[in-house]
């Protein structure tokens, strides 16, 4: 059973940092596009990062360029995503998931694209 955990999320101040951890059970990474979304209470799901496979490139939306990184461990099969300067606005609930192809694409921004979400991990940014 193909299964993402996510973990890492917490209370932070702003202008903190954190680290969230993406990890994958019941398939292997390596070929696969990779994606962070997160909801806001009362918001739609809006994609974050994604990251294409085996190296692959990037890609950030405006909201969060210059501040988060995604990247890739295949062979822990894990994916995450630092956060440095976090602001208020980002306070959601982040998910990670596999897109159904190697690369991120056009339509990475689209949840629908997505298979096999995790259960999510709070990020609340609050002073």
């Known amino acids: 059973q193909v299964q993402f955990v996510e973990s890492g999320g917490g209370l932070v101040q702003p202008g903190g940092s954190l680290r969230l951890s993406c990890a994958a059970s019941?398939?292997?990474?390596?070929?696969?596009?990779i994606g962070w979304f997160r909801q806001a209470p009362g918001k739609e799901r809006e994609g974050v990062s994604c990251?294409?496979?085996?190296?692959?490139?990037?890609y950030y939306a405006d909201s969060v360029k210059g501040r988060f990184t995604i990247s890739r461990d295949d062979a822990r099969n894990t994916v995450y995503l630092q956060m440095n300067s976090l602001k208020p606005e980002d306070t959601a609930v982040y998910y990670c998931?596999?897109?159904?192809?190697?690369?991120?694409?056009?339509?990475?921004?689209?949840?629908?694209?997505?298979?096999?979400w995790g259960q999510g991990t709070q990020v609340t940014v609050s002073s």
């Open positions: 019941g398939f292997t990474l390596d070929y696969y596009a």
């Open positions: 990251v294409g496979s085996s190296f692959g490139s990037t």
């Open positions: 998931a596999t897109l159904r192809r190697s690369f991120c694409g056009a339509t990475m921004g689209d949840p629908y694209e997505y298979d096999s």
